[in-house]
Nanobody, 118 residues
């Protein structure tokens, strides 16, 4: 069973920065992709950023230029560096791992709360 543990959330002021970490219990070197999602109260869960096996990344328009996703295969960890944070970035942030692109099987972490005060 794949386990994902997120960390790094917290309370930050508008304009501040946070770095989230998602550590996997398995090697991520050949994983199809790992993504960061977020869900604010009353909202659907949405994709924030994803990184693929080949290193390609994609981002939600709302975070382009402010957030950066990266991976450290040696540590089985994916990071989300968040800068220029806004109150609307407030949400629970989850990471999701898809082992391969041919199956819908995916694993989720428990989430970490990010709160941006105005």
């Amino acid at each position: 069973q794949v386990q994902l543990v997120e960390s790094g959330g917290g309370l930050v002021q508008t304009g501040g920065s946070l770095r989230l970490s998602c550590e996997a219990s398995v090697s991520i070197e050949n994983i199809y992709n790992i993504g960061w999602y977020r869900q604010a109260p009353g909202n659907l869960r949405e994709l924030v950023a994803a990184i693929f096996r080949d290193g390609n990344t994609n981002y939600a328009d709302s975070v382009k230029g402010r957030f950066t996703i990266s991976r450290d295969n040696a540590k089985n960890t994916v990071y989300l560096q968040m800068s220029s944070l806004k109150p609307e970035d407030t949400a629970v942030y989850y990471c999701k791992l898809r082992p391969n692109g041919f199956s819908s099987v995916a694993y989720w972490g428990q989430g970490t709360q990010v709160t941006v005060s105005s």
